[in-house]
């Protein structure tokens, strides 16, 4: 049975934005600085693990009990424009993204990424506030040409997240891109 975990619940809770940035973008390695975002985002923000722990149901032992997974996770449920439901189920090994009842990605052991096209992004959020839209980024596939649009919407969504200080908004614009850009 799932925990539903309302946006506003969230929205403002600089735990879970550092979280977020931390965890559900893993192909957002950095040549410049030889760094994952996950691991500029720990090095350079304090952090509740205690909180982290709660909100993905961690314990010690999980991972020998259950693999990672448990059977009452939260979930953060958004409505999308089209009117379907957004759901992010969260585990201790790994965060499931569905749209209603299907599965559209993963992030974990066996992830699964750049499953929504910059089409099918737009429509899905058209009517989301620019914070909101940075909660389906980690399952956006862009092409080379839509770079530029989608660094102005991880911009803006940046500006309405307290949690992130001004001077790292290029370091996690250009990893959101990078998680996000198909080669």
């Known amino acids: 049975m799932r925990k539903i975990v309302a946006f506003d619940t969230i929205k403002d809770e600089n735990n879970f934005w550092i979280w977020f940035f931390a965890a559900l973008f893993p192909l957002s390695w950095d040549a410049d600085t030889d760094q994952m975002l996950s ?25 020998d009990e259950s693999d990672g997974y448990i059977e009452d996770p939260k979930t953060l449920q ?31 052991p066996h992830y699964k990424i750049k499953t929504i096209s910059w089409q099918d992004f737009a429509i899905y959020t058209k009517s989301w506030t620019y914070q ?26 940046l500006r ?19 998680n996000c850009l198909i080669e």
Not at 85 to 103: A, N, R, T
Not at 135 to 145: A, D, F, H, R
Not at 161 to 178: M, N, S, T
């Open 160 to 178: 309405e997240v307290k949690a992130i200080r001004w001077e790292d908004y290029e370091k996690i614009r250009k990893g959101i891109v990078l």
């Open 78 to 108: 958004i409505e999308l424009s089209d009117g379907k439901m957004l759901s992010i189920e969260v585990h201790p090994g790994d965060i499931y993204y569905f749209i209603e009842d299907k599965e559209i990605g993963c992030i974990g």
């Open 39 to 63: 691991e500029a985002i720990m090095d350079n923000y304090e952090f509740d693990e205690k909180w982290a722990d709660a909100f993905t149901g961690y314990y010690d032992g999980i991972f």
């Open 132 to 157: 909101q839209k940075l909660l389906l980024m980690p399952m956006l596939g862009i092409k080379e040409g839509e770079q530029t649009t989608l660094e102005e919407l991880i911009v803006n969504g």
